[in-house]
């Protein structure tokens, strides 16, 4: 993947970096660790970053901005309406992506909810690769249904297939058919689908979906909130794009799209979000909605700062030897920890490394939330902070019955530029410890259960006192070690 040999044989992912601002970084002995999960109600989302060594839960708002973002910052343009650093940053999505309109947004699923508001309707179904939390929460807040159209393989854990985020053509046909044109106003593809372990498409797939939507006259839009690494992925992977620039790979997939939205937090490593577009007509029903929801259409709720860092983010989102970084260090992660027998994700996507919960903890069943308790015991062991991916990030049916997840994951997720590689060792190492000592996690359950969005706030407890157990066990094997 890498384009540096190394004479000693062990690959390692090379920074194309220094570290010129650090941050200190706590790693609090495991009895803390034990009084803040359960002050967090053993859920991830809730710990202070003050217990907290790596901060693995997402690349959400956390990648490293660089030295020309930070400048450009200090450039903003204060202004309600007409800002200079809009006009920047509209120059940027014009070069970069290729598209005549935008509309800013405060973040990924604000873009979200226009959308859903503009082009959906009561009963409306609407096909994906995969689904992502925050937009199925819109969709079912607008009385629509998805169906996800993941190719073969895309939920084999270990596999190779190389670009398991692929629509399957048949299945998105059939669907098509059996709901009805009419009741499906767009086709969804969501670039390095994130739930399903930050897994590419590739172009031609996108190629045909984009001729199955032509046939139908249905809009195709991109989730191009992780764009970048998907195009790295494709450069690296699909034989035919290996002589191009990430420029023109990103400009062939955003191309094929009628309508792009995205996470500035992930895409460009700042705040924000937008939604672009060529058609003018697209562009005019949602217009309105982003005075009404987001704020006026020079800054739509994002401060002018981060609008200049977004512009410059776009730019750096060309940048191969940026965009490589955090791959690079997931392979790493990912081929370690298989080497020690650790059931991961495979093959290496990108925004993190995924562990299936269900193979590492199938003495637990799935409504006591596997990737739940795995995030909590991991926490408890070594101070890393990972997210659960699974049951409790999923919903209850319209009879209060748990829809058990298809994958329970622990994601860690790798933030670009972030961490070192002593670092990514040592989750190695607790990793692996806990994987030897993993008949001692038990399950989960809620005590406090949000209706919407639960994983984000809600709190549980241990089945049983598994994790007094656990760190017994700890102080055991390790004596008086953080
Ligand atoms: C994070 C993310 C979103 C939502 O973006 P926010 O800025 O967190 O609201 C949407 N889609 C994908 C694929 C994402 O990864």
Not at 65 to 88: L, P, T
Request: proline share 4%; hydrophobic share 40%.
């Amino acid at each position: 993947m890498s384009k540096i040999k190394f004479h000693l044989g062990e690959e390692i992912p090379l920074e194309l970096h220094k570290v010129r601002v650090v941050q200190k970084l706590h790693l609090v002995p495991i009895e803390r660790r034990f009084e803040a999960i359960k002050e967090a109600g053993f859920n991830t989302f809730r710990l202070s970053t003050k217990d907290v060594y790596l901060d693995m839960l997402t690349d959400s708002g956390t990648n490293a901005m660089s030295d020309k973002q930070i400048a450009a910052m200090f450039q903003a343009d204060d202004a309600y309406a007409g800002s200079q650093s809009f006009a920047r940053l509209y120059s940027a999505v014009q070069d970069v992506l290729g598209k005549k309109f935008l509309l800013p947004v405060h973040q990924g699923r604000a873009a979200e909810n226009i959308i859903c508001r503009a082009f959906m309707k009561k009963g409306n179904v609407i096909p994906m690769n995969y689904h992502f939390t925050t937009f199925l929460a819109h969709v079912l807040e607008n009385g629509g249904k998805i169906e996800e159209l993941l190719c073969d393989h895309a939920l084999d854990f270990s596999s190779d297939h190389q670009f398991k985020g692929n629509i399957d053509i048949n299945k998105l046909e059939e669907c098509i058919q059996r709901n009805g044109v009419e009741n499906i106003p767009f086709i969804r593809m969501e670039a390095s689908t994130n739930l399903i372990g930050g897994q590419p498409f590739s172009i031609s797939n996108m190629m045909d979906v984009r001729r199955v939507a032509d046939k139908y006259g249905i809009m195709l839009v991109l989730d191009a909130s992780l764009l970048g690494e998907n195009a790295y992925l494709v450069k690296q992977r699909e034989e035919q794009w290996k002589e191009n620039t990430m420029g023109d790979i990103i400009k062939m997939m955003v191309g094929l799209a009628d309508l792009v939205y995205f996470s500035a937090r992930k895409l460009t490593s700042s705040r924000g979000g937008g939604i672009c577009t060529n058609r003018k007509d697209l562009y005019q029903k949602m217009e309105a909605l982003v005075p009404l929801f987001e704020g006026f259409l020079t800054y739509g709720g994002i401060s002018v700062r981060e609008i200049e860092a977004m512009a410059v983010g776009m730019y750096e989102t060309l940048d191969e030897d940026m965009i490589c970084q955090s791959p690079m260090f997931i392979k790493y992660l990912v081929e370690s920890m298989a080497s020690h027998g650790i059931p991961v994700v495979t093959p290496p996507g990108v925004l993190g490394a995924h562990v299936n919960a269900m193979d590492f903890c199938s003495h637990i069943p799935q409504n006591q939330y596997p990737a739940g308790a795995l995030a909590a015991a991991f926490y408890l062991v070594s101070g890393i902070r990972g997210m659960e991916r699974g049951t409790i990030s999923s919903v209850r049916d319209e009879n209060g019955e748990e829809i058990l997840a298809d994958v329970e994951l622990l994601r860690l997720a790798v933030p670009r530029r972030v961490f070192t590689l002593s670092q990514v060792k040592y989750v190695v190492d607790r990793i692996t410890w806990l994987y030897e000592n993993r008949n001692m996690i038990g399950g989960l359950k809620f005590v406090y259960e949000p209706p919407v969005l639960r994983f984000f706030m809600g709190g549980l407890e241990a089945t049983d006192d598994w994790p007094e157990r656990l760190m017994a066990k700890f102080r055991k094997d390790f004596g008086d070690s953080l």
